[in-house]
């Protein structure tokens, strides 16, 4: 079988096998086809298929195949981290600082705190930290990757619980977007490398001049023209950003918190979103699964992914109720918030791609770190829907 050959099978297994168990199995109502896209990237990682089948794994997931389906997930998760760097209404969450402030860091420094204090556990055993990774980077990557709030998930899951465009979603929405600002500078810092910092400082400073120059730009241009310059823009910045130092991810979402949402059409954003994840982004997942690795145990992995998930849901919960009980929200708001904030999914496996890249975490990690996401994810909405149904009596127009 020749690379083409192999390649156009992996292509269709991609979108047949996630599609088939999202539709026969109805699945929809605690794990969305984004979700079981990435289930089943994981089934057919090397940990599951590839041992259970390791022939025919090695035959259509070759390794020219596995280069090509990577060029593919590293344009497509580009894209979607652009959207969701557009996306972030930051001037929303500056109007509502106050609030939003307190609520933002409540939310993302407690489970910070408990999945960092899970991480120096891990220090103590090996076959966790990368060979590249400090330990403070793991550390810090860990017990961020506890405190990621999924911003593009979240904003399918409001929609589906047909809160987003209410004032409760919104502000649900500002919450997220300060956290997942707080997320890409972490990053940035962990990836900072002291022995080329000066690069990455002039890089940061280039970037500042440039962004200025590149929103005057887009001011100027034409609706339509806005697209097509926005791209050559997150090219750009995510190939600097990572022939710096810092990874394209980091570079990617810099490229799109610099332009305003409100030059783009809405309903063309949505549309965007919408075939990225249709078309591309299931590859992004399958090159997700091949990384899992088992090779500490899967009993062992399993164990740890379970601690992580509940550092990940107790810290976000305990930190939104502290806000809630300053803000005065009323009650039952903060456990919907807390729920709804704890949604992982794909920002957190792009978080913990960028660690896996750099090798500051091993294969294992990324493996419990993944199950962690998906499991959290899938938790949401289950546990949400019947706790908003109970506040019917209080109209959601209504919340603060």
Known sequence: MNTSEAFLIAIFIIFTLPYLLWRVCRTDYFAPLVVVQIICGIFLGPGILGAAYPSFYNVVFSMPVIQSLNGIAWWAVMIFVWIAGIELDLKAAWLNRFESGITASFALGMPLILGSIVACGLLSYPGWVGNKGQDWQFVVGVGMACAVTALPILILLLEKLNILRHPFGQRILRYASLDDIAIWIILAVILMDWHRVWSQVI?????????????????????????????????????????????????????????????????????????????????????????????????????????????????????????????????????????????????????????????????????????????????????????LNRMKSSPIDKMR
Not at 226 to 234: P, S
Not at 278 to 288: D, I, N
Not at 311 to 330: D, E, Q
Not at 371 to 379: D, F, G, H, K, R
Request: aromatic share 12%.
């Open 203 to 387: 890089f940061l400073i280039g970037y500042g001049i440039a962004a200025f120059g590149v929103r005057k730009l887009m001011r100027w241009l034409p609706p339509n023209d806005r697209w097509y310059v926005g791209l050559i823009w997150l090219a750009l910045c995510g190939f600097i950003s990572d022939w710096v130092g810092l990874h394209f991810m980091v570079g990617a979402f810099l490229s799109g918190v610099i332009l305003d949402t409100d030059w783009y059409d809405q309903e063309k954003m949505d549309l965007l979103r919408h075939h990225v994840l249709l078309v591309v982004m299931p590859v992004f997942f399958l090159s997700t699964g091949l990384k899992t690795n088992w090779q500490v145990g899967s009993v062992t992995v399993f164990v740890v992914a379970g601690i992580l998930l509940l550092a990940s849901i107790t810290g976000k919960l305990i930190g939104v109720y502290i806000a809630g009980k300053i803000l005065k929200w009323r009650p039952g708001e903060a456990s919907i918030i807390g729920w709804l904030l704890q949604t992982k999914a794909l920002i957190m496996i792009i978080f913990t791609n960028v660690l896996l890249d750099k090798h500051i975490i091993t294969n294992e990690s990324f493996t419990a770190l993944l199950l962690m996401a998906v499991a959290s994810t899938m938790l949401t909405t289950p546990v949400v829907y019947p706790k």
